[in-house]
């Protein structure tokens, strides 16, 4: 292939977050990509598919070996909450679908640690009169700009990768805390095993979160279904709304909606 004929089917070819998206499709599906073969199917050279892995890797997706990649174990790690832009696009549709829930004005909400939470956080209305409460500065700050919200965060010793607030002070607050629906985050959504996440502190403040709203919303893409992480913080039976996106395979939403799981597909 020439020079000129690289660039032009290279600008035909999907951008680069429809590239990753498709390598780790692939990977979730095959338990392996080719390096090869991908570039074929996305009309790149071997070069942009080999930094797409790079980079993929860097964000703790996958772990590349001779000739492509294989799937990282997903109990030994925890990428950093600003390096999860996978799935960027579905996660805002996720937001704004959750965006419907939010209490009128008065109410109170609180917001888990996440990158999904964070869009949601992005997008929190200026015109209504809401108490907040949050466990990661980040969200803390972004929700600070809009003048009627009064903010406050639960405490407690700060984890690096995600921003969030665990530990006894944390749980103490969450422990007296009633408010009208919580958003929250997770790392795994099994029918087997409920819901997961890496790190045993964290694990046990997402555990009093959902004791702590009236209303228990779960944000998710569908990246997250059929995962099982380290420690788990709840069962499918604690949540009372799963907003996901509308790429969860059909037969993961009957199997869901079987197990008594609301769901809603953004």
């Known amino acids: 292939m020439t020079g000129s004929a690289a660039r032009q089917t290279e600008h035909r070819a999907p951008f680069a977050s429809q590239r990753r998206q498709a390598i780790v499709r692939t990977l979730r599906s095959s338990g392996r990509v080719d390096a090869a073969e991908m570039a074929a199917e996305l009309r790149v050279t071997n070069e942009t598919v080999r930094k797409d892995l790079i980079q993929l890797e860097r964000q703790g997706l996958l772990r590349r070996v001779?000739?492509?990649?294989?799937?990282?174990?997903?109990?030994?790690y925890e990428p950093d909450v600003a390096a999860r832009t996978e799935f960027a696009d579905a996660k805002q549709r996720i937001a704004m679908a959750a965006f419907a829930h939010l209490p009128?004005?008065?109410?109170?909400?609180?917001?888990?640690a996440g990158s999904?939470?964070?869009?949601?956080?992005?997008?929190?209305?200026?015109?209504?009169?809401?108490?907040?409460?949050?466990?990661t500065l980040p969200i803390a700050l972004t929700l600070l700009a809009r003048p009627n919200l009064t903010v406050h965060t639960i405490g407690g010793r700060l984890r690096g990768l995600t921003s969030a607030e665990v530990g006894p002070w944390a749980d103490r607050t969450l422990r007296e805390l009633n408010v009208?629906?919580?958003f929250l985050g997770t790392n795994g959504i099994s029918l087997?095993?409920?819901?997961?996440?890496p790190d045993p502190a964290e694990a046990a403040t997402k555990r009093l979160m959902l004791s702590s709203a009236r209303?228990?919303?779960?944000l998710a893409d569908h990246s997250k279904l059929g995962m099982v992480s380290?420690?788990?913080?709840g069962e499918l039976s604690d949540v009372d709304l799963l907003i996901t996106d509308s790429a969860l395979p059909d037969d993961q939403r009957v199997a869901l909606a079987a197990a008594g799981?609301?769901?809603e597909c953004a």
């Open 180 to 182: 009208d629906v919580a």
């Open 192 to 197: 087997d095993r409920g819901l997961t996440t």
């Open 261 to 263: 799981l609301a769901i």
């Open 230 to 233: 380290l420690c788990k913080h």
């Open 215 to 218: 209303q228990r919303i779960l």
């Open 104 to 112: 009128a004005d008065g109410g109170s909400v609180l917001l888990d």
């Open 66 to 76: 001779h000739g492509g990649a294989v799937p990282i174990e997903q109990l030994s």
């Open 116 to 135: 999904t939470t964070s869009r949601l956080a992005d997008i929190f209305p200026s015109d209504r009169s809401l108490i907040v409460f949050t466990n």
